[in-house]
Structures are given as C-alpha cells and as structure tokens.
C-alpha cells in the first residue's frame, strides 16, 4: 500500500499567513489608492474653485470699470446738455460721445463756426477737470475727483466720421481727409482751449490719454445707416471714444498665484 503524504502542519499555516499577508497589503495600497484619488479630487475642486473665483473676479472688476466710465459720460453729457448743447449724445455701454456734425462744422468744412468753437471750448474745460482722475492719479488731485473715478482709461480718442457720399473739393479729395482734418481740428483746438489735456498720462502711464483717429464713412452709428437721409446725417460726426485699460500682467499673476495656492495647499 502506498504511504499517504502529509505536509507538516505549521508549514500549511505559513502558507495561510503569507496569503493572508498578502490580502492585506493589497487592502491598504487600495486604501492609499482611493485617499490619494480623493486627494486630488479635492485638489481639483479647489483649483477649479479658485479659478472660477479669480475668472468672477476679474469680471466683476471689468464691470465696476465700464459702471465708472458709464457714470464719466452721462455726467459729461448732463453738464454739456444743461451748457445748451442738446445734439450730444452719450452711449456709456459702448463708451462714446457723439457730437453731430451740425453742432461743430458746416457740410463739407472743417473749420470750426462759432456754435463749433463754444461746444468745444465748454467739453475741453470739463476734460480738464475730469481726465486726470481717470488716467495716472496725481495724489494732490485725487481730493478733486468725483467719488468711484479710478484709473480706468487706456486712451480717449478724438474720432472723425462721414456719411458714404463722396466728396471731391479743392481742400478734400476724398472722406477720408475731411474725416481726418475735423477730428484733428477738434483735437487742435480743445488742447488750445486746455492745454493740460496732451499732458494727461492713461492708467499704465505708457502713453497720453487723449488723442485722434478717423474713419470716414467705415464706421455707420447702426447698420446700413448710410442707406437714409436721417442715418447720413447721424453718420456725419465726432465722436469721444473712451476705451478702458485692459487687465495688466499684475492681475494675470494674481490670478495664476491664486490658482497655484489652492493646488499646492
């Protein structure tokens, strides 16, 4: 008869043991592996928490700019109205003034009349007054400032437009000179009325705040304006175009450092 083999007892118990062992080492790198995996998870939300923060923040930021802005154009259009200057019209949501044609030049010219000259003589008095607390803040004139301004300007541009006719004059070839000349002119003559206005230094300090562009006819106030006698005369105009500074490098590296933080914490 052939003899049974047997295993020794205590070796069946190690091999138990060892197994065993085994389990629960799996056991616990699966536990680290879902604490790690909730870790970051957690991680994510904060970061992505944070981001959403810093994303508002900065909107929030670009629309306490545009309510101050907004706040800058109906005031100047409030005063230039009561000075008896009723053609002027603000349109804060886009950051412009328009001056019609009628109340500066007569059809075809770019020299100012006497209506011209006294709308412009009141509107640079006010800018005077009021562009320096909206471009590079001197302190001593900060006690001056209507209460919210901030520095919140990149420039104010003097802009020169037309309707679609062409012209064709001695002095003008073409819209594009007429456009040019009137806002030049403009601009001439209000820095000659307040001279502290090439002064002015926007929010970043890079540049001066005031300045000129034209268009001609490329830029109708609605579309297909050109298309009526109404939109013509509408198109025909100077408009103040007050663009806002756009975010600096400081407010990208806030940003991103905030992000980083909630990462990292």
């Keep these: 008869m052939a003899r049974r083999l047997r295993l020794p007892l205590h070796r069946g118990k190690a091999e138990d043991s060892y197994f065993v062992s085994l389990n629960d080492l799996l056991i616990g790198m699966l536990f680290v592996f879902i604490i790690l995996l909730m870790i970051f998870a957690l991680s994510y939300q904060s970061a992505e928490a944070q981001l959403n923060n810093e994303v508002q923040r900065l909107q929030d930021e ?31 949501e886009q950051g412009i003034l328009h001056l019609p044609e009628s109340a500066l030049f ?11 000259q006294a709308a412009l003589t009141r509107l640079a008095t006010i800018l005077a007054r009021e562009l320096p607390c909206y471009g590079v803040r001197d302190p001593d004139i900060v006690p001056r400032c209507p209460e919210g301004s901030e520095s919140i300007l990149e420039a104010v541009y003097v802009e020169g437009h037309t309707d679609n006719v062409p012209i064709a004059t001695a002095e003008f070839r073409n819209n594009w000179e007429l456009s040019s000349a009137r806002a030049i002119r403009t601009y001439q003559f209000m820095t000659g009325v307040a001279d502290s206005l ?3 230094r926007n929010a970043s300090g890079s540049a001066t705040l005031f300045g000129v562009s034209a268009y001609a006819e490329t830029r109708e106030r609605s579309p297909n304006s050109n298309a009526t006698e109404q939109g013509r005369r509408a198109n025909r105009r100077i408009d103040l175009r007050f663009l806002l500074s756009p975010p600096t490098r400081r407010d990208f590296e806030r940003a991103a450092s905030g992000i980083t933080r909630a990462v990292t914490e």
């Design 198 to 200: 090439k002064r002015v």
């Design 106 to 116: 007569a059809s075809g010219s770019a020299d100012l009349g006497s209506r011209g």
């Design 62 to 92: 670009l629309e306490g700019r545009e309510s101050v802005r907004s706040s800058l154009l109906l005031r100047l259009e409030g005063e230039l109205k009561a000075a008896g200057l009723q053609d002027v019209a603000a349109e804060p």
